[in-house]
C-alpha cells in the first residue's frame, strides 16, 4: 500500500476543489487532490453548460411562433431534428469540459490521486484500498448527486435524473417531469418548446425558488399557460407498463383521478451532498441531522477544526459561482490554518434560465421582517421596451429597509431577468438605498425602466412613511 504525508488535502475535484487547489498552491503549499468520478465539474458536465444548451435551441425554435405577431409569415412549417439538437449540446458541451481538463491537466500528477476517500482518522484518509494519507488539514469538496424520490424508484430505466438527458441521441416523445425547481422547470420548458410533449408535476403550488407570493402566482399563471404544468399533484401513483409510464394523479380542486402516460419520467426532485461515504464520524466534528458537517460559511471551517467543507458539499447555496468563492475561502483559510479569517461572501444572486427568467438577489422575500419594509412593483405586462419586444410579461418587486431606504432584496419574474438581477445584487452589495440608486443613469428605451419604476415605487412610499411621521 502507497502511504502519503501532505499538509492539506482536497476531495474532490470539481469547482470548489478546484479553487480550494489553486488557492493552495498560490501559497506555495503541499495539496494533495481526489477525485473518484470523472474529472470535468458538474457545470460543464451535466449542469450549467448543457442544460443552457438545450434551452437555446428550444428558444431558437420558440421564437417562430411569435413571427406572425411581429408580421413575418414563414410559409415552410419547421421542424426539430432531435438528433441533430442533441448532437450539438454534447459536442458543445464535451468542448466545455475539455477546458476544464486542460486545467486538471496542468496540475503534477504527483498532486492527484484518482479514487474515493474515506476517513480513518481526523488526520488520515484511505483512498479505495490502495493510498493511506497523512494530512494536517482537509477540505471536503465532493458535490452532490440528484435524489430519485422512493415511489419512482420501481421505475428502472424509464426514470431519469437530469444528468442522463444529456446522453440522449434523439429526444423522446414525451416525458414527466417531477419538480418545478430550477432544474426542472428550465428543462421542462426547453423540452416542451423542442416540441416534446412535457407534463410537469410540482407540490403545493411551489414554483423555483419563489418565495414571493405575488411573484409566484404571475409565475404560476406563465406557466400553466404555455405547458401542462399542474402545480398540486396530489395521490400520485406511478405504474409501469413496458416501455410507458402511467401517472395516475388527484389536484387540489379536483378530485377524480387524471393518468397520463409517457416514455420517460424526469425527477428534478432535489440533489443530496455526497458525503455519506466519506465516515465523517472519524472526524468527531458536528454534524446536522442530514450527515453535513456544521459549519461558518464565512470561513468554511467545520467547527474549529482543521476540516473545511465547500461547494454543493455543504448544501449551502448550490451554485458555481459560490463553489468557486467557497474553495477559495476554504483554501485560504487552510493556508492560515490555526489562523482563521471571515472572509466576504457576495450579494446573494440566482437565476432561473426558463422564459421568462426567474431570478431573486439579496434577501428572499420569506426572511425579510415583512414590518421593517416597503415593496416596490412593476408588472411588464404594459412596460414599454418588453412589450416591444413581445416579452411583456412578469413582475419584479424590490424590498426596502422603510427607515433607511437600503435595497434588501428583490424577486422577480420578467424579460432579461439575468440582467437585472446583476445590476440589483452590484448595487446591493455596496448597501445603496433606493434614492442612491435611483441617482445612476437609466437609459431610453430599455427594460431597465421597468426596474427604476418599481424603485420609484418604493421611494414614494419611503417618502409617504416620512411624511406621516413628521405630521405625528
Known amino acids: 500500500m502507497r502511504k502519503i504525508t501532505t499538509d492539506n488535502v482536497i476531495i474532490g475535484a470539481g469547482t470548489a476543489g478546484l479553487a480550494a487547489y489553486r488557492a493552495i498552491k498560490s501559497a506555495n503549499q503541499e495539496a494533495i487532490l481526489i477525485e473518484g468520478g470523472s474529472y470535468g465539474t458538474t457545470c460543464a458536465r451535466v449542469g450549467c453548460m448543457p ?21 413575418i409569415e414563414i410559409n415552410v412549417p419547421t421542424t426539430v431534428n432531435g438528433k441533430k439538437v442533441m448532437a450539438r449540446v454534447t459536442t458543445e458541451r464535451d468542448r466545455f469540459v475539455g477546458f476544464v481538463l486542460e486545467g486538471v491537466d496542468a496540475i503534477p500528477k504527483e498532486d492527484k490521486i484518482v479514487g474515493y476517500a474515506r476517513f480513518i482518522h481526523p488526520h488520515q484518509l484511505m483512498v479505495d484500498d490502495h493510498t493511506e494519507i497523512t494530512f494536517n488539514k482537509a477540505i471536503i469538496a465532493t458535490g452532490s448527486s440528484p435524489v430519485i424520490p422512493p415511489f419512482l424508484q420501481e421505475l428502472g430505466e424509464r426514470v431519469i435524473v437530469n444528468d442522463d438527458i444529456f446522453s440522449w441521441q434523439d429526444l423522446p416523445r414525451s416525458v414527466a417531469v ?4 430550477v432544474i426542472g422547470l428550465e428543462l ?16 403545493d403550488n411551489h414554483i423555483g425558488p419563489i418565495s ?21 399533484a396530489q395521490d400520485i401513483k406511478v405504474v409501469r407498463h413496458a416501455d410507458k409510464v402511467h401517472i395516475y394523479f388527484t389536484t387540489s380542486d379536483n378530485t377524480q383521478q387524471k393518468i397520463i402516460t409517457v416514455d420517460y419520467v424526469v425527477a428534478a426532485t432535489g440533489r443530496t451532498p455526497n458525503v455519506s461515504q466519506l465516515n465523517l464520524p472519524a472526524l468527531n466534528i458536528e ?59 457576495r450579494s446573494a444572486i440566482g437565476v432561473v434560465f426558463s422564459d421568462p427568467q426567474i431570478a431573486i438577489i439579496g434577501q428572499r422575500f420569506a426572511d425579510i421582517k415583512r414590518d421593517q419594509i416597503v415593496i416596490g412593483e412593476v408588472n411588464f405586462g404594459n412596460q414599454g421596451r418588453s412589450r416591444v419586444m413581445l416579452k411583456n410579461k412578469g413582475i419584479l418587486r424590490v424590498y426596502a429597509d422603510k427607515l433607511t431606504g437600503r435595497l434588501l432584496g428583490a424577486e422577480m419574474i420578467g424579460p432579461d431577468a439575468e440582467h437585472l438581477a446583476h445590476l440589483l ?22 427594460i431597465e425602466e421597468g ?19 413628521i405630521a405625528a
Open 51 to 71: 442544460s443552457k444548451l438545450l434551452i437555446a435551441a428550444a428558444e431558437a425554435h420558440h421564437t417562430q411562433s411569435r413571427f406572425s405577431q411581429f408580421g
Open 178 to 181: 417531477f419538480g418545478p425547481g
Open 188 to 203: 421542462g420548458q426547453a423540452l416542451h418548446r423542442l416540441n416534446v410533449n412535457v407534463s410537469l408535476f410540482g407540490r
Open 212 to 232: 414571493d407570493p405575488v411573484v409566484k402566482n404571475e409565475a404560476l399563471t406563465i406557466f400553466k399557460d404555455e405547458m401542462n404544468y399542474i402545480p398540486d
Open 287 to 345: 454534524l446536522d441531522q442530514r450527515g453535513v458537517p456544521l459549519f461558518d460559511r464565512h470561513t468554511m471551517q467545520c467547527g474549529n477544526s482543521h476540516i473545511f467543507i465547500a461547494g454543493d458539499a455543504n448544501h449551502d447555496v448550490p451554485l458555481l459561482h459560490e463553489a468557486a468563492d467557497e474553495g477559495k475561502i476554504a483554501g485560504e483559510n487552510a493556508i492560515s490554518y490555526p489562523n482563521i479569517e471571515k472572509k466576504l461572501r
Open 425 to 446: 445584487s452590484w448595487v446591493h452589495q455596496l448597501n445603496l438605498s433606493v434614492n442612491e440608486i435611483l441617482a445612476l443613469p437609466f437609459y431610453h428605451p430599455v
Open 451 to 469: 426596474l427604476r419604476t418599481a424603485l420609484r415605487d418604493a421611494q414614494e412610499k419611503i417618502n409617504t412613511l416620512s411624511h406621516s411621521q
